[in-house]
């Protein structure tokens, strides 16, 4: 374990990307074999800071010191081999190769055969075996990541950093999909890489987790350090008040509306996958939040998926308005005024090499194609600058590439892009999935709109006082099937967590 007080010091760093100052002066100090929690709205620069630490970007201003020495990193590798590791928010594995070749990517154990250097893949899975079972995670060394549910990527992402052996593990969001088991299965980690002297800078917007698991917190708002604090002195409300600068008084926004006569309904729908949804009856309404709860594997980004035309249904109907709809295909989709907004915007959300303003028209260009056959952009322009106004996306122009947003903010120019397209029926899969309280609350307001004015409102989540606080209905399915519906109003955790645990 380090001598010094501190096994990190970062001072004074700064960091400008065109037209925003990303980080302000801003100074974070970490003890050996501690969890320091990083807090702050999206946008606020905890992710930059990080990326700064670890090689991806390069500090304009500052000094890092570790374990009691200057250091600067060009690139990851160098800041891999000095001890520190990250789990990054956005999850970018290689998804047609294997789990073990993803997990020691730059890293293959070789053997010699002769003057042939080969990959020596018997050692490769031995030893990704290894640290799986020190763990304690069940996922397959050979199996294709492809086939992974999101939530065994990240676990692997998690073991992956572990593997390492670091004095430092940041990890940017690392429970943003992971059920509550695979939750409680990550502390037992953390806590045993803290007892073994490892230092953990844990980024969330979770702050029940931050306050379960955290020794300090710091916080940052608009690129600036706003101060650190030992975790036995703060409350929900003064992270709130910190972090925003703001006292949020409401979690969830007044709903004013009132959901009228059926408008979608969905019969039988059984999948052609044979271990996916099955004989799936729900029916939705004008104006109605209509929630969808279960656990991971439960099918529900599947039914969803099918509802607008990206995996095969074997039999069952649809019916939008009382007429019988056919959907094989987005494009069908949209003409019935559907929207979908998917799980993973990183994956197949945002178009990451082009502007925010692209992003925004996108899903939307056939309404602003002249008789000509040219793009009226100067309209289109215009629709999209008044989305990203509306939605108070943080960016220093339409023009900045998307993947340069934090997080929150492109869900948020997601959000827009299907709102432009005017649906009758939206349909969220994890809307605020890595978005801070702030930017949460400005997602449920215009969810809450949006019902108001008529529109159908579909809903996944996986946080329960969100799925509760925000659904008229809640749906909750188990391995592919539906075990119940309850009233959004009346239902409680337990009930849902039951329903979701009632294999059929």
Same mark, same amino acid.
């Given at each position: 374990?380090?001598?010094?007080?501190?096994?990190?010091?970062?001072?004074?760093?700064?960091?400008?990307?065109?037209?925003?100052?990303?980080?302000?002066?801003?100074?974070?100090?970490?003890?050996?074999?501690?969890?320091?929690?990083?807090?702050?709205?999206?946008?606020?620069?905890?992710?930059?800071?990080?990326?700064?630490?670890?090689?991806?970007?390069? !500090? %304009?201003?500052?000094?890092?010191?570790? *374990?009691? $020495?200057?250091?600067?990193?060009? /690139? =990851? @590798?160098?800041?891999?081999?000095?001890?520190?590791?990250?789990?990054?928010?956005?999850?970018?594995?290689?998804?047609?190769?294997?789990?073990?070749?993803?997990?020691?990517?730059?890293?293959?154990?070789?053997?010699?055969?002769?003057?042939?250097?080969?990959?020596?893949?018997?050692?490769?899975? !031995? %030893?990704?075996?290894?640290?799986?079972? *020190?763990? $304690?995670?069940?996922?397959?060394? /050979? =199996? @294709?990541?492809?086939?992974?549910?999101?939530?065994?990527?990240?676990?692997?992402?998690?073991?992956?950093?572990?593997?390492?052996?670091?004095?430092?593990?940041?990890?940017?969001?690392?429970?943003?999909?992971?059920?509550?088991?695979?939750?409680?299965?990550?502390?037992?980690?953390?806590?045993?890489?803290?007892?073994?002297?490892?230092?953990?800078?844990?980024?969330?917007?979770?702050?029940?987790?931050?306050?379960?698991?955290?020794?300090?917190?710091?916080?940052?708002?608009?690129?600036?350090?706003?101060?650190?604090?030992?975790?036995?002195?703060?409350?929900?409300?003064?992270?709130?008040?910190?972090?925003?600068?703001?006292?949020?008084?409401?979690?969830?926004?007044?709903?004013?509306?009132?959901?009228?006569?059926?408008?979608?309904?969905?019969?039988?729908?059984?999948?052609?996958?044979?271990?996916?949804?099955?004989?799936?009856?729900?029916?939705?309404?004008?104006?109605?939040?209509?929630?969808?709860?279960?656990?991971?594997?439960?099918?529900?980004?599947?039914?969803?998926?099918?509802?607008?035309?990206?995996?095969?249904?074997?039999?069952?109907?649809?019916?939008?308005?009382?007429?019988?709809?056919?959907?094989?295909?987005?494009?069908?989709?949209?003409?019935?005024?559907?929207?979908?907004?998917?799980?993973?915007?990183?994956?197949?959300?945002?178009?990451?090499?082009?502007?925010?303003?692209?992003?925004?028209?996108?899903?939307?260009?056939?309404?602003?194609?002249?008789?000509?056959?040219?793009?009226?952009?100067?309209?289109?322009?215009?629709?999209?600058?008044?989305?990203?106004?509306?939605?108070?996306?943080?960016?220093?122009?339409?023009?900045?590439?998307?993947?340069?947003?934090?997080?929150?903010?492109?869900?948020?120019?997601?959000?827009?892009?299907?709102?432009?397209?005017?649906?009758?029926?939206?349909?969220?899969?994890?809307?605020?999935?890595?978005?801070?309280?702030?930017?949460?609350?400005?997602?449920?307001?215009?969810?809450?709109?949006?019902?108001?004015?008529?529109?159908?409102?579909?809903?996944?989540?996986?946080?329960?006082?969100?799925?509760?606080?925000?659904?008229?209905?809640?749906?909750?399915?188990?391995?592919?099937?539906?075990?119940?519906?309850?009233?959004?109003?009346?239902?409680?955790?337990?009930?849902?967590?039951?329903?979701?645990?009632?294999?059929?």
């Amino acid at each position: 374990m380090s001598g010094n007080e501190f096994i990190l010091e970062m001072k004074n760093i700064s960091k400008n990307f065109p037209g925003v100052k990303a980080l302000d002066d801003v100074s974070l100090r970490v003890r050996p074999g501690s969890v320091h929690a990083l807090m702050g709205e999206n946008g606020a620069g905890k992710s930059t800071l990080m990326k700064c630490l670890f090689g991806i970007y390069q !500090a %304009d201003g500052g000094e890092i010191i570790l *374990d009691g $020495k200057p250091v600067s990193f060009a /690139n =990851t @590798k160098q800041a891999l081999d000095a001890g520190i590791s990250m789990i990054q928010q956005e999850l970018l594995p290689v998804p047609q190769r294997s789990v073990m070749e993803n997990f020691w990517l730059g890293r293959f154990p070789v053997k010699n055969y002769g003057l042939v250097r080969l990959v020596d893949h018997k050692k490769m899975y !031995a %030893d990704t075996k290894a640290v799986f079972d *020190d763990l $304690k995670m069940d996922i397959s060394p /050979n =199996t @294709k990541v492809i086939n992974l549910s999101v939530s065994k990527i990240q676990s692997m992402e998690i073991a992956q950093a572990v593997s390492y052996h670091s004095k430092v593990i940041i990890m940017d969001e690392p429970t943003s999909s992971l059920t509550e088991n695979e939750v409680a299965h990550l502390f037992t980690i953390i806590r045993k890489l803290r007892s073994e002297g490892v230092s953990i800078i844990y980024i969330s917007h979770k702050i029940e987790e931050i306050l379960e698991i955290s020794d300090e917190v710091t916080i940052m708002r608009d690129g600036k350090h706003i101060g650190t604090y030992p975790d036995k002195e703060l409350t929900t409300e003064l992270i709130i008040n910190r972090m925003v600068g703001r006292t949020l008084t409401n979690r969830f926004p007044p709903r004013e509306n009132k959901p009228g006569e059926v408008f979608l309904k969905v019969e039988n729908y059984t999948s052609t996958v044979e271990r996916s949804f099955k004989d799936v009856s729900f029916e939705v309404r004008r104006g109605e939040i209509f929630g969808i709860g279960g656990l991971v594997g439960a099918q529900r980004s599947e039914l969803v998926e099918s509802l607008f035309g990206l995996r095969g249904v074997k039999s069952g109907t649809i019916s939008i308005n009382g007429k019988t709809a056919v959907i094989t295909n987005p494009i069908q989709a949209k003409k019935y005024r559907i929207a979908l907004l998917t799980e993973e915007r990183r994956t197949t959300g945002i178009f990451p090499v082009l502007s925010v303003l692209d992003n925004t028209l996108i899903a939307n260009l056939d309404h602003y194609v002249r008789k000509s056959r040219l793009l009226d952009r100067k309209r289109g322009d215009k629709d999209a600058k008044d989305s990203i106004e509306k939605l108070r996306v943080k960016t220093p122009s339409a023009a900045t590439h998307i993947e340069n947003l934090s997080g929150g903010n492109q869900q948020k120019v997601i959000v827009a892009r299907w709102l432009l397209t005017e649906p009758d029926i939206l349909i969220l899969d994890e809307p605020t999935r890595g978005i801070d309280v702030g930017a949460k609350y400005e997602i449920y307001s215009i969810i809450a709109d949006l019902a108001k004015s008529g529109k159908t409102i579909i809903m996944i989540s996986s946080e329960m006082p969100e799925l509760i606080g925000m659904s008229d209905r809640i749906m909750v399915m188990c391995e592919g099937r539906v075990t119940g519906i309850l009233d959004g109003k009346k239902a409680t955790q337990e009930q849902i967590i039951t329903l979701a645990t009632q294999f059929m």
